[in-house]
């Protein structure tokens, strides 16, 4: 991609000049300074992919932003990486379960770094994984999921190479427990039982005894994977620590394991949009860690540049700016009357209702 605007730093400075083509240092440099958005040149026919995808019918003011994703070549590179290393993933979690074996952080770890290597930024690790909605889930898709979100947290975080290790292999094996639940419950369509909530909320005891003493990490992630379901009100379980006593791992995780399992359709319920998970996650000051939930807010965006909405006015409009700190209230022009509306500054205008 080449920028089609000058790139400058908040108190004015120029971070890269028009018409730079962007690679991933640059790129780097520019989310260093927690710039998420440039203006680059579509040089990518993106209306014919459209067109292949999608019909003769498809206009880009009328076709949802998920599914310009999905008609994109680099969403067809992401899934067949994505895809592939799900199995590799998989058959290493399965030696783990089933012979007992050693983790080896290395192998297992590979595959995911392969995943994130391909989509450096977390707009486009969002984008990628949320237009993975439309196809089959398999058994660790979550794990995966939750370990390349925290990833991207750990980075925003700026946690070391070791700590981003530690975070990610935590994130693959946190619901490594629900091997141990009966498939009844795990699968059940409906709200479970008390008796059968107490079971599944023994999930995260099994995964820590089956993964401690595994590796040299291995103190650090069971400790995770046994606390991810913790709360800062110590209301969490399996043994309702205090908040000073869950590890930051942990902490983060329960954050992306929540949002992960919002945004994903499960046999008692269906899937809730972006926004609803973010709104969701936003409510549970109480039990989330600030931190941790600032960093997820500050690496999401639900309304990308160009995007297509619509207001509670009924007007289609075209989002033209996110907001920092109203991550729901980007700044939006109206399509047909030309009004632009800064959602984060006047409360009272039209504000989104649909995606």
């Known amino acids: 991609d080449k920028l089609a605007d000058d790139v400058h730093t908040p108190d004015g400075n120029i971070l890269a000049k028009k018409d730079t083509i962007l690679n991933y240092d640059i790129i780097a440099n520019i989310s260093g ?6 203006k680059v040149y579509d040089t990518n026919n993106e209306l014919q992919d459209l067109e292949k995808v999608l ?6 003011e009328n076709v949802k932003y998920f599914d310009k994703i999905r008609a994109s070549i680099r969403f067809k ?3 067949k990486t994505y895809d592939e290393n799900i199995l590799d993933i998989k058959g290493d979690l399965n030696d783990v379960v089933t012979n007992n074996s050693p983790i080896d952080i290395d192998k297992l770890i590979e595959g995911t770094n392969e995943i994130l290597s391909a989509n450096r930024n977390s707009l486009q690790l969002f984008d990628m994984l949320h237009s993975m909605r439309q196809f089959d889930d398999l058994t660790y898709v979550h794990s995966v999921n939750v370990a390349l979100i925290a ?10 190479e070791k700590d981003i290790r530690i975070l990610t292999i935590s994130g693959l094996l946190h619901d490594i427990g629900k091997t141990k639940i009966p498939l009844e419950i795990l699968n059940k369509p409906g709200k479970l039982t008390d008796e059968e909530f107490a079971v599944m909320k023994q999930h995260p005891v099994f995964g820590y005894h089956m993964i401690n003493d595994k590796n040299e990490f291995s103190n650090e992630i069971s400790l995770a994977i046994l606390q991810h379901h913790e709360k800062m009100n110590s209301h969490g379980y399996p043994l309702g620590f205090p908040s000073d006593k869950i590890t930051s791992y942990a902490k983060i995780l329960t954050v992306t394991d929540i949002y992960d399992a919002l945004v994903t359709e499960r046999p008692y319920k ?3 949009s972006q926004r609803d998970a973010v709104e969701m996650i936003m409510s549970m000051t109480e039990e989330l860690d600030i931190t941790a939930m600032k960093s997820f807010l500050e690496s999401i965006i639900l309304y990308p540049v160009d995007s297509i909405v619509e207001l509670s006015n009924g007007e289609r409009a ?11 209230r980007p700044t939006v022009v109206g399509i047909k009357s030309g009004i632009v509306y800064d959602l984060s500054n006047d409360l009272s205008c039209a504000n989104i209702i649909i995606m």
């Open 77 to 79: 590179h992401f899934k």
């Open 318 to 328: 075209r989002v033209v700016k996110n907001n920092a700190h109203y991550i729901l």
């Open 270 to 272: 269906s899937a809730f």
């Open 55 to 60: 019909g003769k019918t498809a206009n880009k």
């Open 33 to 38: 300074h927690h710039i998420l958005e440039v």
């Open 151 to 160: 990833s991207i947290l750990g980075q925003w975080l700026k946690f070391s």
